[in-house]
């Protein structure tokens, strides 16, 4: 059959990385071929139905395999190319007074009585899972601005459409095909429906918060190395570290908080 052969060709396309192009001839392939199902409906012949049928869930099938991996490393790609202007989105949105935390002890040393112990046996992740579950909504909508552009380039915005528009015609053959024969009665398929860009802007915030994940264990392994980076370099190697315990911190740590050793005054102060 023809739709065989250009689909073995799409194929080659794929080995030598024209995805693009494999995906594009796969979706003429689907959207031919849902024509002629209908016609091999009405012919009445049941062989042929289901010969017709199966031509059309193959070529589905490849169209769909064709933008899997592009699908797969969106979230990926589009990352890699922000990475800067998505890290300074994320800092702008929690540098501030709009998000609150409550029982931060929790958070870095995990139970009561939060010592040594609690703080070892603390989930590494503890602090970047507060700080999405706390601003994942403002940071979907803040990075869609950020990202929109390679949104509207990337291989997978240029495909999608093309896809859906011929699983369309395909549900819809299959749909009058069920209207006509009892046996595939309760078969019928609705539109698919996906919001392209939403799902991006998910996928590279895992991509995003993946990262995060990996730089907080870092942290926590050895915290001295990034006090500098901080604005309380000497107290933030003991808050994670669980030593001394919670409940061994005195007035004198949160009036020195600041405090820098290297300079022997706050950060902020002449």
């Known amino acids: 059959m023809q ?41 009445a012949s049941g062989f042929m139905m289901e010969k017709g049928l199966t031509g059309l869930g193959a070529a589905l099938d490849f169209a769909i ?75 979907k909508t803040e990075m869609l601005k950020i990202v929109q552009d390679r949104i509207n380039e990337h291989i997978v915005t240029r495909v999608w459409n093309d896809l859906i528009k011929a699983y369309e015609k395909c549900i819809e053959a299959l749909n009058k095909i069920t209207t006509q024969y009892e046996i595939l009665k309760g078969l019928e398929r609705e539109p698919f429906k996906l919001d392209l860009g939403e799902y991006i802007v998910h996928q590279t915030i895992v991509e995003f918060y993946k990262l995060m994940m990996d730089q907080e264990a870092e942290i926590r392994k050895e915290p001295s190395k990034f006090a500098k980076k901080t604005k309380m370099p000497e107290v933030f190697p003991l808050l994670f570290s669980g030593n001394p315990a919670y409940d061994a911190f005195t007035l004198s740590h949160y009036a020195n908080m600041e405090r820098n050793k290297f300079l022997g005054v706050p950060e902020d102060r002449p």
């Open 3 to 43: 739709w065989i052969k250009k689909t073995e060709q799409a194929k080659d396309w794929m080995g030598s990385g024209m995805a693009a192009e494999a995906a594009k001839a796969a979706l003429d392939i689907a959207s031919k071929t849902a024509d002629k199902v209908t016609d091999v409906a009405a012919s």
């Open 65 to 139: 395999e064709a933008i899997d991996k592009p699908f797969a490393d969106v979230g990926k790609d589009i990352f890699n190319d922000k990475k800067d202007a998505i890290i300074e989105c994320y800092c702008t949105i929690i540098d501030g007074e709009k998000f609150k935390i409550t029982d931060p002890q929790n958070t870095v040393r995990g139970k009561a009585p939060w010592g040594e112990a609690e703080y070892k046996a603390c989930d590494t992740s503890n602090c970047v899972r507060l700080m999405q579950n706390l601003c994942l909504a403002e940071q």
